[in-house]
């Protein structure tokens, strides 16, 4: 049981280019989340799913899209990167009424845009 | 909307010492509570969690009571170690769709022997 995984987990982009976050997990949860994390302000939402084919924004979407076509995947996608989406990228998973809600993170990608 | 307030950090103590870390809250209702730990170059991982008024979550010597006339669920623990050196995150699931969490900006936890 792995839990979360992520690929990759560095990345350096230019500017303009594109590129795909991947995220798994493999404990049959139908909420899964992106989430962006800056120095010193805590973790950002930027969009989140409830079940496949079922995407929302979350605080922070643009620039960003998503889709949820099996249970076990959610990947983002930067289209234009830009300096300001250089951040740390966390995907998590939970699952209604187990375990009070909580949420399973994976290990995080670095991105840096230059 | 929903908001959470941590104090901020660098908070850094002696092996042994207690440790506080403030975190309070803004939100309707009744919110779930909780809070998270990142250990260097890792994921967040769920320490405690609370689900209504008074309860009192507590995990690894941690502990924290939802207080609801506060609004406020503050970390404590009655002797840190070097390996509690990480940040922590308060955190609060509201009433919205989604199972959504808001995030505080996080305090780092420095235990030197």
């Known amino acids: 049981n792995a839990g979360v995984t992520q690929t990759p987990k560095f990345r350096i982009l230019k500017i303009g280019q594109s590129m795909t976050l991947q995220c798994t997990q493999d404990m049959n949860h139908n909420y899964m989340y992106w989430y962006r994390q800056d120095p010193g302000m805590g973790l950002k939402l930027i969009y989140y799913s409830v079940g496949a084919g079922i995407t929302d924004k979350g605080e922070v979407p643009n620039g960003y899209n998503v889709s949820r076509s099996t249970t076990e995947d959610f990947p983002l996608r930067l289209e234009l990167a830009a300096p300001s989406q250089t951040s740390v990228y966390f995907c998590a998973s939970s699952q209604p009424g187990q375990g009070g809600y909580e949420q399973y993170f994976g290990p995080g990608t670095r991105l840096t845009v230059t | 909307g929903d908001s959470v307030t941590q104090m901020e950090g660098p908070v850094t103590l002696s092996e042994e010492a207690f440790l506080t870390i403030n975190c309070t809250y803004t939100a309707t209702g009744y919110p779930s509570l909780f809070w998270y730990v990142q250990y260097p170059g890792e994921g967040l991982q769920l320490l405690l969690k609370?689900?209504?008024?008074?309860d009192k979550g507590s995990n690894k010597g941690f502990e924290a009571t939802y207080r609801k006339e506060t609004t406020s669920f503050h970390l404590e623990k009655g002797s840190v170690q070097v390996s509690d050196s990480a940040v922590y995150f308060c955190a609060l699931r509201g009433l919205g769709g989604g199972n959504k969490l808001t995030f505080g900006t996080g305090t780092q936890l420095k235990v030197e022997l």
């Open positions: 609370a689900t209504k008024a008074d």
